[in-house]
């Protein structure tokens, strides 16, 4: 008896995910202390590394809690373990972190605060009271202030804030919720806020600072906000000429704000709440959501140019200690946007905030804890399929993606609208933050920073590059500098296959499939612009089986921004007199003179872009002849749809040629032109339009014959088109994948650049090896 309750014994054990920063160690620490195991735990740059030593029972209870009753936030991949001699020794050790061998990301995203720290800054009697900084080993930021792996304060832009005593020992005692939480701060020693003017000039210090800052917003004027990933522009929301005014002063006069809500209850009384955007509001990501706004009558409205004409509104919940303290001391909901002028990165350090926002913010709230990168908030929409991410940034960077392919490091680089840039680590993809359009000098420069930061924050020497296919995207041009100096190669991704792939990388397949890629533009393997492709796509080939019928789009990008000249194309292309239809878009002259360019195919290129088509109706609809924002028409047809879409019927499309099939929209504009004439509602024209859609993706699908069938790119941010073109290929037998974590839009390319990267590879490999 006597004998068997003393044998010892000791496993070395190995936890692979993610697995540091969210309390991990510590967790460890206190279950080996509960069933009475010596040893240690420590953080090694590929995840947790554990010896622990006792009684064998207690040792497989151990092992048994740590797979299934770890914190919240982690995941834990793979555990691995093997016995080793036995050392007698007593007590249970946080050891320090190694830091050899190769970079797997083990670390979390930015966690929102927790519930206890919440209480913790409401208790009159915590010495954390009104303290904006208070995290725990549960939660808070991460990525946002990591510098290096693995983490551990030193390698944190915490380190330059020394713990106090009292913070020293909670950090030092396991039983304590903050033993190692490497952001650990309080009053005494951690960050400190200050209010400063636009010209640099402080105005007041921590509470008062937050509280002259909240009196701003009540004032109707615009608070810069320094949060987690860098600046946020705060207004009141409630108030119609603060919200004018940031507008104004943004540069952005139409596309939605999103909004942060003092409480649940709050998002509740202005917005249609399902149990599933309830979760991801509160979730430790805490994504900016986008809901329904609802009809109930409020005598405190959001401001009408909050979200003009759009009937969704994007909703977020205070996710630091710092903007519950703001949201209470305004006492109301606040706009809440990316601290840049439209379209470029979010700036994270005082003073470039000073230098790009002086002429947006009254005044800046900021703080001494720097940000690591920038980080802009995520959005998510919830469908009727689930969560779909539409912006990935704080929250979820740098989680990694299982790819399904292994391989040596790729980088790739992405597209040029809404860039990021992706690792390929193994059977692993970490996606970067969200970066921004690459048109402007700041964006570039934050583009770049991007690449070294992900590549050495991950140790990654990339042996293989990836971008898109077209020559002027200011992402090509870095993958071809890269390429030269590095002396590795270069595989360029055609854009439409890289949204295929993109869906494909997420869900791990490998092919064959027939995606259908449908967006705004991307650069085409016969120098046309393409977006409204079907791809079959095996491996790093794909093969066009079917494509829109191109028109002529007059003056490039400036048809982009104008959705009248997409409806002049399409009606030159179906043979209609453009005249009496255009009147309301287009002087006389102006139109002559545009559809002679066309007609003469000057400075008026060849595009099959589904994005344009949609740009094309809503025109024709009288939605929209000029767009302030990338995708405002098509949004604003699927806003025009109601309940009783399914049942409206649908446009002819004619399928001609073989290789690729070309769907031919003359008979769709006819039949919409003849509904037009009748008076029929927008709402009838919209549904039949969507509807064509759908059934022309069916026909394809049935013509083709792959059962995996991938939806991806812009146009299937799409709610209502989305819902129905993937209802109808169940319906036949299709299985059908979108992107969902990932991006559909251009944020999810560079990930495709990734996996098709890595084919390409495997296949040279291949017929190298076969070869010779
Ligand atoms: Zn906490
Ligand atoms: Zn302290
Ligand atoms: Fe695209």
New binding site residues.
């Given amino acids: 008896m006597m004998e068997a309750a003393e044998r010892r014994v000791r496993h070395a054990i190995f936890c692979e995910g993610v697995v540091q920063g969210i309390g991990f160690r510590p967790f460890v620490h206190r279950l080996a202390v509960e069933l009475e195991l010596s040893g240690w735990v420590s953080n090694s740059p590929r995840g947790l590394e554990i010896e622990a030593e006792g009684a064998p029972g207690n040792l497989d209870e151990f092992l048994r809690r740590i797979r299934e009753d770890h914190p919240a936030g982690a995941t834990v991949n793979r555990v691995a373990m093997r016995a080793i001699e036995p050392r007698n020794e007593s007590g249970f050790a946080i050891v320090e972190s190694s830091d050899a061998g190769d970079r797997r990301p083990t670390l979390p995203a930015d966690l929102a605060m927790c519930a206890a720290c919440l209480a913790e800054i409401r208790d009159p009697q915590s010495r954390r009271h009104r303290y904006p900084f208070t995290t725990c080993a549960g939660c808070g930021p991460r990525y946002s202030v990591v510098a290096d792996l693995p983490y551990d304060r030193p390698r944190t832009t915490m380190r330059r804030f020394a713990m106090c005593p009292d913070c020293a020992r909670e950090y030092h005692d396991p039983g304590d919720r903050r033993f190692h939480a490497e952001t650990i701060a309080c009053p005494a020693c951690g960050p400190h806020l200050s209010l400063i003017d636009a010209a640099g000039n402080a105005l007041a210090q921590d509470d008062s600072a937050l509280r002259r800052a909240a009196d701003a917003v009540r004032g109707s004027r615009i608070v810069a906000l320094k949060g987690v990933g860098g600046f946020q522009l705060i207004a009141d929301a409630l108030s119609g000429a603060a919200v004018a005014r940031l507008r104004e002063r943004k540069h952005r006069p139409d596309k939605p704000f999103a909004v942060m809500f003092p409480s649940i209850e709050a998002i509740h009384a202005h917005c249609a709440l399902s149990a599933e955007a309830r979760r991801a509001l509160e979730s430790g990501a805490a994504p900016i959501v986008l809901l329904q706004k609802s009809d109930c009558d409020i005598r405190r409205k959001i401001a009408d140019g909050v979200a003009p004409r759009n009937p969704m509104l994007g909703a977020m919940l205070p996710y630091t200690p710092l903007h519950a303290l703001l949201l209470e001391a305004v006492g109301g909901p606040v706009v809440c946007t990316s601290g840049n002028l439209s379209e470029e990165p979010i700036c994270a350090e005082t003073d470039e905030a000073i230098a790009r926002l002086g002429s947006i913010a009254d005044v800046f709230l900021t703080h001494d804890r720097p940000v690591a990168r920038p980080l802009d908030d995520s959005v998510v929409r919830i469908g009727a399929r689930g969560p779909q991410t539409i912006r990935r940034a704080r929250g979820y960077t740098p989680v990694s993606i299982e790819i399904g392919a292994d391989g040596s490091p790729v980088l790739a680089l992405g597209?040029h609208m809404k860039s990021t840039i992706a690792l390929g680590l193994g059977r692993e993809a970490i996606l970067s933050q969200h970066i921004g359009d690459l048109d402007s000098a700041p964006a570039r420069a934050a583009f770049q920073r991007a690449i070294d930061d992900l590549t050495s924050f991950f140790r990654c020497a990339p042996e293989l590059l990836a971008c898109d296919l077209h020559p002027d995207y200011a992402s090509t041009i870095v993958a071809e500098q890269l390429s030269k100096r590095l002396g590795v190669p270069l595989v360029r991704v055609q854009?439409h296959h890289a949204?295929v792939a993109a869906c494909m990388a997420e869900h791990a397949l490998v092919g064959p499939v027939l995606g259908f890629a449908w967006?705004?533009t991307?650069c085409g393997t016969d120098g046309t612009i393409w977006g409204g492709e079907a791809l079959a796509v095996r491996g790093a080939a794909f093969e066009r089986v079917a494509t829109l019928r191109p028109f002529a789009l007059a003056g490039g990008e400036r048809a982009v921004r104008e959705p009248r000249r997409a409806a002049l194309a399409v009606l030159l292309g179906a043979g209609v007199d453009p005249r009496p239809l255009l009147r309301r878009w287009f002087e006389d002259a102006d139109l002559k003179q545009i559809a002679k360019m066309i007609d003469a195919r000057i400075n008026a290129p060849l595009t099959s872009s589904m994005g344009r088509l949609f740009d094309a109706v809503a025109a024709l609809c009288g939605l929209r002849g000029a767009a302030t924002f990338d995708g405002q028409a098509a949004m604003e047809l699927e806003h025009a749809l109601d309940c009783d879409a399914e049942s409206a019927g649908e446009y002819p499309i004619a399928l001609a040629g073989d290789a690729p099939v070309v769907g031919d929209w003359t008979p769709l504009i006819e039949a919409l032109l003849e509904d037009l004439r009748r008076g029929a509602a927008i709402a009838h024209i919209s549904a039949r339009f969507h509807n064509a859609l759908a059934a022309f993706i069916v026909k394809v699908a049935a013509r083709v014959g792959l059962e995996r069938i991938v939806l991806s790119?812009?146009c299937f941010q799409n709610e209502y088109l989305l819902n129905r073109a993937a209802a109808l290929l169940e319906r036949d037998g299709f299985r059908v994948y979108f992107p969902r974590i990932v991006p559909s839009?251009?944020g999810g390319?560079a990930l495709g650049q990734v996996l098709v990267a890595r084919h390409a590879a495997m296949e040279a490999d291949h017929v190298s090896g076969s070869s010779g």
């Fill in positions: 597209g854009h949204h967006d705004g991307g790119g812009g839009n251009d390319i």
